[in-house]
């Protein structure tokens, strides 16, 4: 299991996504969006945002 940190770039620009046929769908409303934005920006330099 990979254990190291990565920027968001890389995160999308290096790694190939795949959900399987039987995972249902998920979408956020707007209320979900910006609690996790909020979440974001209130970060204090040098923190993680967990978002497993």
Partial sequence: MQTE???LS???TENIFRIPDYQRGYSW???QLKD???DITLLAP???H???
Avoid: A, C, I
């Fill in 46 to 48: 040098g923190e993680d």
């Fill in 36 to 38: 996790f934005w909020s």
């Fill in 5 to 7: 940190l990565l920027s």
């Fill in 50 to 52: 967990y978002t497993g």
């Fill in 10 to 12: 890389k995160v999308f």
């Fill in 29 to 31: 409303s707007d209320r």
